[in-house]
């Protein structure tokens, strides 16, 4: 949870879910709420839902954050290979596999995290904000608050297999989907919350060793999705979980521009219940008369 002295005053908090490129459309939703003269308060998001609100968060517009976002998240990112990988599970005590084991090269990516964010820290950003990641040895979530940006960053989206784990304040950090894929917990309330988040297709045929992994990993994550929305308050946020008419991978870069129309038009379906809520909380307490229905919106 943030900390009272970070908070904001009014306004909403936007929090962004795991979904690989999918949580780009969270891009296309602020596209439409800038037309409508609203911008979040504080931004807090998980794996990739981090990096793309993270850049909100750093101050800029949606249409610069586009563009900034296409060069961080390009195919090439997820084509650096480990070759030792391949040996490390067909002999993993001769070539030394433990937990930092990943299939993938991690330099690249880092570097394009120093490139969009640099040497800022979450901190000083203009707008309060918090990465979700998980525990490596405990398993327990991690909100990170402060800190290098970019170290927070990388160890918000180290998907176990994909990435290694990453080391940030003195914890070895995986991926924040694999204990909190929507942080919606980490608002203090009575604050009104507009959240973004994708459940995870699960494969149509189980026809490969990865597919029946990619099952297992889609029936996990979306029971804990499921979980922590059953704890969430209803009464003050608007949650959107666009349901998506083609299948698309976490790296599929080449569905962008279809995600940011989705992205636009979820914002579009959230605007008269934002609009409510936001009335609402700026009424005085006493002057308040039963609130806002409850409500959940899927695109």
Same mark, same amino acid.
């Given at each position: 949870m943030f900390s009272p002295h970070t908070r904001a005053s009014g306004g909403f908090t936007l929090v962004l879910g795991s979904g690989g490129v999918k949580s780009i459309a969270s891009l296309g939703l602020m596209?439409?709420?800038? #037309?409508? +003269?609203?911008?979040? =308060? #504080?931004?807090?998001?998980?794996?990739? +839902?981090?990096?793309? +609100?993270?850049l909100l968060a750093c101050g800029l517009r949606a249409e610069e954050a586009i563009e900034r976002a296409t060069r961080l998240w390009s195919p090439e990112v997820t084509r650096q290979r480990r070759l030792l990988a391949w040996l490390q599970i067909a002999a993993p005590r001769l070539a030394g596999f433990d937990a930092q084991f990943a299939m993938r090269d991690d330099r690249l990516i880092n570097a394009r995290l120093h490139e969009a964010f640099g040497n800022q820290r979450i901190e000083n950003l203009p707008l309060?904000?918090?990465a979700q990641a998980t525990c490596a040895r405990s398993g327990a979530g991690v909100l990170l608050r402060e800190g290098s940006l970019t170290s927070a960053l990388r160890a918000s989206m180290a998907l176990p297999f994909l990435f290694a784990a990453h080391s940030h304040a003195g914890q070895l950090l995986v991926d924040g989907s694999l204990s909190d894929p929507l942080p919606l917990?980490?608002?203090?309330?009575?604050?009104?919350?507009?959240?973004? +988040?994708? #459940?995870?297709? #699960?494969p149509r045929q189980l026809s490969s060793a990865s597919r029946l992994a990619t099952q297992i990993t889609a029936t996990l994550s979306n029971n804990l999705l499921d979980?922590?929305?059953?704890r969430a308050d209803a009464a003050r946020t608007v949650l959107l979980l666009p349901e998506l008419d083609r299948r698309v991978g976490l790296f599929d870069t080449a569905a962008m521009p279809y995600l940011l129309q989705l992205g636009r038009e979820a914002a579009q379906a959230a605007l008269p219940r934002l609009h409510a809520l936001l009335r609402a909380q700026s009424q005085p307490p006493a002057e308040r008369r039963g609130g806002v229905a409850p409500l959940?919106? =899927?695109?």
């Open positions: 596209q439409v709420l800038e #037309r409508e +003269g609203l911008r979040p =308060a #504080r931004v807090v998001g998980c794996s990739a +839902g981090a990096i793309f +609100g993270a309060p904000f918090a917990a980490a608002v203090p309330g009575p604050e009104v919350v507009l959240a973004l +988040g994708f #459940r995870v297709p #699960r979980s922590q929305l059953q959940y919106l =899927a695109a």
